[in-house]
Every structure is written in C-alpha cells, then in structure tokens.
C-alpha cells in the first residue's frame, strides 16, 4: 500500500501544460508573479513587491541603472524569446518573458521559472532549464542585453562548461530520508511514458500487474508515426502483390549489422526481427479496434529496375487516423492507449504520474534496483518508490543535454542546426543506470536527418538556428559551400551528412529546379520522405502539394533561395559561381547519359538542372534522438561491463544499446520505433511472468 494516495492533478490529456513550479529557489515564494503570470504579449512576468526591496538589495548586481523598462530579443527553438526588463536605480523591480512561440512542453512553458529566477538573483546568469537548453540560453542572452541598455554597461552570462572533457556523469544524487515525504509501492515501475513506455504500460496492464508510470514531462509522449517490423499481417498483404517488398530476415539482420560495422548485439537485432511483428501486430490492433484508426503498410522500396547502392526495405508501418476523425484533434494515439486501459480496468490517473522526474534508482546491498527516488515538479517534493518486481527504464536518450552531446558526439554537434524539437530527452535515465553499474555503448550514435536548412550567411553547427526543411532528403543535386558535387546524394540520410562533416563548414547546398514535382515522383523515395502514394496505396506521411508550401513560406523567410540564372544563385548562396556553373552543367550531362559516372547515383535519381527558376538552399542536420544506451540482453535487462545482470533494472528504446552503431539505418522505415516497441513489450512481459 502507498503510504500517500497518487493525486492527478498533473495528469494531462489533450491539454496544455502547465508552468512547473519553482517553490525550491529560496526567497522565491516570497516575490510575487505578476497578478494574471500573463504579459500583454502572452508570455510571464514577475515583479518585486515594495516589501521585498531590501530582502533581495543583497543579490543586486552593484550596478546602476536608469531607471526605466527595456526589451530584447534572442532567437530560440521555434521563435525569437523576448524579454522586457524594468529597473529603477540599484535593483530589476520586473522581469516579462516572451516564450509563446517554442515548444509548448518544453520552451514554452519556462518563462515564468526563469523570470523568478532572474528576478531574484538579480542577474541574467542563472541557471538554464535543462530540458529547455536553447530556449534557456536565449532568455539569459536577451535579459544580458537588457541589463546593458539599463546600466550602459556591457553584461554576459558566463557559460556553462560543456567542453568535451567536461564532467556530464557527476555523482548520483543523495538525497536525505528526511527529505522524502512520499513513498509509493508497486510491483512494476516505467520511467518514461513514449515509444517504448506505452507498450510496456499496457502489457503489463493486460497482464493484470500491479504497475505505475513516471513521466516527467506535464503529459506522455506520443508513439512515433512509423513503426518498423518484418513478417507483419500487413506486410505479407502487400507482398502478395508486390513480391519486391518481401523481406529476407537473415539479410535485414546482416543489414543492420553491416550499418553498425559491427559494434551491435546480433542476438539483439535478431530478436527484433523475430518479435517485431507480433508487437506491431499487437499495437496496430489496438488502434484498429478503436475504430478509429487504419494501419498502412508503406509498400514502396524503390524503382527496381535500378538497383541502389543501399538496398531499402519496406518495414514502416503508419497508423492513419479515419476519414471521421482527421479533425478531431481529441483523438489521437495517446487517446486510444488511454481508453485501452480503462477497458483493462484500470485508472490512467492512478497509474501515470506527469511532472514527475527521476533523480536515482534505489538499490540494496546486493547491487539489486528495488526503485528509485523522483521528484514531483509541481511543488518539488521527493517521492520514493518501492519496486517488488522491477524497474523498466524507457527514458529516452541525452539530445538535449549539452554537455554530454559535447562529449560523447562532437561530430554531431557540428553537423547540427537547432530547429524543430525532436527528443525531449536529457540522459537522465541513462546517467542513473550507469550511476547503478551498468555499462555503455562504445559507439556514441544519433539519428539525424538532412532536413534542417540555415540562411545564405549561416553554417551548420549546434548555437545556430534555423529551419525545417522536409525537402531536404529528395535526391537532387547537392554541392558544398566551393560549388563542388561531393557524394551520390541517393541513400542514408546520414551517408550525406556524414560526407558533409568532411566539406567546408559542415553544410551543402540543395539545388533543383522549376520540373523537381515530376521529378520526386521519378525518384521513388520510401520511407518518410516520400511525398507521393506508395504502390499499395498508403500515404505518405507528407505529400508534395503540403511540402511545397512549407517551401514557399521558406522563400518568403530568406532560406531557400529563388533565381532565373544558376549565376544568380551562386551569388544568393555565396558560392563560388564559375565552380557552381561547372559542377551543374558536368551534372547535366551525366544526367542525359543515364550514367552517373563521378559518384554513381542511380539512373532515376538522376535528373537535371536546367528550367528556370532554380532554386538553392543551405542545408544540414536535423537531429531527432540519440540511440546509444546503456547494454542489455534478450530479456532487456541492463548489463554491467562483465556482462552480469544489474537484477530488477530492464531498458528499452533510446536509454537502451546495443542496437545501433554510426549510423541509423534509415532504409529500414521505423526501425527504431519498432525496436522500441518491440522491446519495452518484451520487458513488462518478462517482469509480468514473475
């Protein structure tokens, strides 16, 4: 039995998130929000009280003001972050954040903590929101810049040492017994609620186990929308009528081992491939049986009269909301995971708990995790809970912690561009497995995307920010920043950046041209990139008409660059124009060869530029997740370095290893959904036998 009853009032279902609060920054309590927390331009504001003058004189800068308000603007993840600082002689008297236009859960919902926080410090340099790095850093550099207009005085924030060699591991946290004023008792328990945790709550809930959910953020994540196995029901249907889309397994596990040069767990990937499709299955026909949704098998693996240099594989499957409920923002897969569970009888708000983070795992004397301790993000208190069974830790991966994106990918943080939010994840999750023994993967390994672009006058690399750029993985001609052809730009994703971290500046062009709608339907893309039906009829996951538009707003915003001569798009690109003319026209004539002889792309992937207009954009990565973890076996149970079971600890998806290596291996569509579903199934089926 708990010992305190699990209230939901941070349990969220299709609402926005609320402001987390930030009772545990001392003096905060005692300096009074704004009356409505609302600015008049939507953001959140905090405001020292008379009587709180003298209580905060001690954090003042020492520095003099004229008195007076001012504002300043700092590009973050989705939006310019606009802060708007009043101060009188000696002291900030009021602090407005602008942070509407991020992330809702995750930028968007940090300018009431760090208004306070700047408020009472009295200073810019405080503390960043370690879920909301970018969005974070941009409030510190704009409120800097307030406070140099007030004072006449140049202010900085100091940076926090996220240098390669800095120490992103630490020491776990103690935390005191006195200070736990919480404890909760089940036999299973989930730390994360995404693409592993949901199938592992619901296994486990039809298996009538007693089990509880912790999610940090204010509401679960949704599943991705492709999801990769071999041998599905709706994979075999598709073969009978397009034999081409038929799977070797022992090919598609070599496959994936040959992505990962060999530093995987072979048994790993097999088990994938022999249990993917009983997972998809299973989690496909709980959707399908809520009658609200359709599962599509994405029957497309290229024009096959042109053998690739990267064989593709047809293992995506999409769920489609049905034509009665594409507008009913209500439904989603989220809705229906939690309509299962009240149909297995049991309460989402007694089972999930949101705003909920990890802080450690708990373990007895014999090394065994009996649970962990965590912290309620509403009003900071610490919560201990009593795992009988076990912990299954689908936590996700470290993107967006800085400091171990610094240390343990350099190369991706070079390669990178700030754009849309992929994984909200911070290694949490990880840094308690390995603070528990376990070991980590030797090869720090990330799936990223060549959908991100920069303006003419930027580059690749993690403080820029830029723009989606969903056209980016169409096959046409690409060039580095000398105007220069360097790699067949059909294949991975991450094949071209990665050849891209070898050219100037870690960034390339995309060129095309007035006929590049004819053209992407030659190019028989799969997979999420593809922008027309697939043969068997399912969608894609975006269509052309949807993505040219978003490529027009690009236009009007200064990223894709439009012109009537490749000379004036040389210029616009600041590229080398006499080198960029060159490499077009040697591509054009390969292109009416039918042989791509200087990097051998495949024959209807070659197609040419030369109807005006042209257009050009900068472009780099997009970096959606992490995918190295910590070791697991079969039965996804963390491995310490000597390869024995750390008892009661089991992870699944991003968290976890042994799987990926280099690269993600692109061409296999939702593989790793797939291996996150699959697995996080088989761990709650594990722990629900015992």
């Known amino acids: 039995m708990a010992e305190k009853e699990i209230t939901r009032r941070t349990f969220v279902k299709g609402l926005a998130a609320g402001v987390a609060s930030?009772?545990?920054?001392?003096?905060?309590?005692?300096?009074?929000?704004?009356?409505?927390?609302?600015?008049?331009?939507?953001?959140?504001?905090?405001?020292?009280?008379?009587?709180?003058?003298?209580?905060?004189?001690?954090?003042?800068?020492?520095?003099?003001?004229?008195?007076?308000?001012?504002?300043?603007?700092?590009?973050?993840?989705?939006?310019?972050?606009?802060?708007?600082?009043?101060?009188?002689?000696?002291?900030?008297?009021?602090?407005?954040?602008?942070?509407?236009?991020?992330?809702?859960?995750?930028?968007?919902?940090?300018?009431?903590?760090?208004?306070?926080?700047?408020?009472?410090?009295?200073?810019?340099?405080?503390?960043?929101?370690?879920?909301?790095?970018?969005?974070?850093?941009?409030?510190?550099?704009?409120?800097?810049?307030?406070?140099?207009?007030?004072?006449?005085?140049?202010?900085?924030?100091?940076?926090?040492?996220?240098?390669?060699?800095?120490?992103?591991?630490?020491?776990?946290?103690?935390?005191?017994?006195?200070?736990?004023?919480?404890?909760?008792?089940?036999?299973?328990?989930?730390?994360?609620?995404?693409?592993?945790?949901?199938?592992?709550?619901?296994?486990?809930?039809?298996?009538?186990?007693?089990?509880?959910?912790?999610?940090?953020?204010?509401?679960?994540?949704?599943?991705?929308?492709?999801?990769?196995?071999?041998?599905?029901?709706?994979?075999?249907?598709?073969?009978?009528?397009?034999?081409?889309?038929?799977?070797?397994?022992?090919?598609?596990?070599?496959?994936?081992?040959?992505?990962?040069?060999?530093?995987?767990?072979?048994?790993?990937?097999?088990?994938?491939?022999?249990?993917?499709?009983?997972?998809?299955?299973?989690?496909?026909?709980?959707?399908?049986?809520?009658?609200?949704?359709?599962?599509?098998?994405?029957?497309?693996?290229?024009?096959?009269?042109?053998?690739?240099?990267?064989?593709?594989?047809?293992?995506?499957?999409?769920?489609?909301?049905?034509?009665?409920?594409?507008?009913?923002?209500?439904?989603?897969?989220?809705?229906?995971?939690?309509?299962?569970?009240?149909?297995?009888?049991?309460?989402?708000?007694?089972?999930?708990?949101?705003?909920?983070?990890?802080?450690?795992?708990?373990?007895?004397?014999?090394?065994?995790?009996?649970?962990?301790?965590?912290?309620?993000?509403?009003?900071?208190?610490?919560?201990?809970?009593?795992?009988?069974?076990?912990?299954?830790?689908?936590?996700?991966?470290?993107?967006?912690?800085?400091?171990?994106?610094?240390?343990?990918?350099?190369?991706?943080?070079?390669?990178?561009?700030?754009?849309?939010?992929?994984?909200?994840?911070?290694?949490?999750g990880i840094k308690a497995m390995l603070w528990a023994g376990a070991e980590m993967d030797p090869i720090h390994t990330s799936m990223m995307f060549n959908r991100c672009c920069v303006k003419p006058d930027e580059t690749a690399g993690a403080d820029t920010s830029g723009e989606w750029f969903w056209f980016g993985e169409q096959p046409f001609l690409k060039v580095n920043l000398k105007g220069e052809r360097f790699c067949n730009e059909s294949g991975p994703y991450e094949f071209m950046l990665h050849s891209m971290m070898m050219q100037p500046d870690h960034t390339y062009c995309d060129i095309f041209d007035a006929n590049n709608e004819q053209y992407t339907k030659q190019f028989q893309e799969v997979g999420c990139c593809r922008l027309w039906d697939f043969d068997n009829g399912a969608p894609p996951n975006r269509y052309y008409d949807d993505c040219w538009k978003s490529n027009e707003e690009l236009i009007e915003k200064g990223y894709i660059q439009k012109a009537d001569t490749l000379q004036e798009l040389a210029e616009k690109l600041h590229i080398p124009a006499e080198t960029f003319i060159n490499t077009v026209q040697r591509y054009n004539v390969l292109c009416m060869q039918g042989k791509d002889d200087d990097f051998g792309k495949a024959t209807h992937r070659m197609t040419p530029v030369n109807q005006a207009p042209y257009y050009g954009v900068r472009t780099a990565a997009w970096h959606l997740t992490t995918l190295d973890g910590v070791r697991i076996n079969t039965d996804m149970q963390v491995l310490r370095e000597d390869g024995t079971v750390i008892d009661g600890l089991y992870a699944a998806g991003d968290c976890s290893g042994g799987f990926f290596a280099n690269n993600y291996p692109n061409l296999f569509t939702g593989l790793a959904c797939g291996r996150s579903m699959t697995f996080g199934r088989h761990a709650a089926l594990v722990l629900s036998a015992m």
């Open 22 to 428: 930030i009772a545990a920054l001392g003096v905060l309590e005692k300096v009074g929000s704004a009356p409505s927390a609302e600015s008049a331009s939507g953001g959140t504001s905090a405001s020292v009280s008379d009587s709180m003058k003298a209580e905060l004189a001690a954090a003042a800068s020492g520095l003099t003001f004229t008195p007076g308000t001012y504002s300043a603007s700092a590009r973050g993840i989705d939006s310019d972050v606009k802060v708007t600082m009043t101060f009188d002689e000696t002291m900030i008297t009021n602090v407005e954040i602008d942070v509407s236009g991020e992330t809702p859960d995750i930028g968007g919902k940090i300018g009431d903590q760090m208004a306070q926080a700047i408020l009472t410090k009295q200073s810019a340099d405080v503390d960043v929101v370690a879920t909301a790095t970018v969005t974070s850093n941009a409030i510190r550099a704009a409120a800097a810049d307030c406070i140099s207009q007030a004072s006449g005085q140049t202010v900085e924030v100091t940076k926090p040492d996220n240098s390669a060699n800095a120490d992103w591991l630490g020491e776990a946290p103690e935390i005191a017994d006195a200070d736990i004023t919480e404890t909760l008792d089940t036999d299973i328990l989930i730390v994360g609620l995404g693409t592993a945790g949901w199938p592992a709550l619901m296994t486990a809930a039809e298996a009538g186990a007693d089990v509880l959910v912790i999610e940090k953020n204010s509401e679960p994540t949704s599943v991705r929308g492709d999801m990769g196995a071999i041998d599905t029901k709706w994979q075999k249907q598709t073969a009978r009528k397009f034999p081409q889309t038929a799977i070797d397994k022992m090919e598609a596990i070599e496959d994936i081992v040959r992505y990962g040069t060999g530093y995987v767990n072979f048994d790993l990937v097999r088990f994938w491939a022999d249990n993917s499709a009983e997972a998809i299955e299973w989690i496909g026909d709980i959707l399908e049986d809520s009658g609200k949704y359709t599962i599509w098998h994405e029957g497309g693996v290229g024009d096959t009269r042109y053998p690739e240099r990267d064989k593709a594989y047809a293992t995506g499957h999409s769920p489609a909301k049905k034509d009665a409920y594409k507008d009913d923002a209500t439904v989603t897969t989220n809705s229906v995971f939690l309509d299962h569970l009240k149909d297995l009888k049991y309460d989402p708000e007694k089972i999930i708990r949101c705003d909920t983070a990890l802080i450690r795992l708990l373990q007895n004397e014999k090394g065994r995790v009996t649970g962990v301790i965590a912290q309620d993000q509403n009003d900071n208190h610490y919560v201990k809970i009593n795992a009988k069974k076990g912990v299954i830790m689908c936590a996700g991966g470290y993107l967006m912690n800085t400091a171990m994106m610094n240390a343990l990918q350099p190369m991706t943080q070079k390669m990178k561009v700030q754009c849309r939010i992929g994984s909200r994840c911070d290694g949490s």
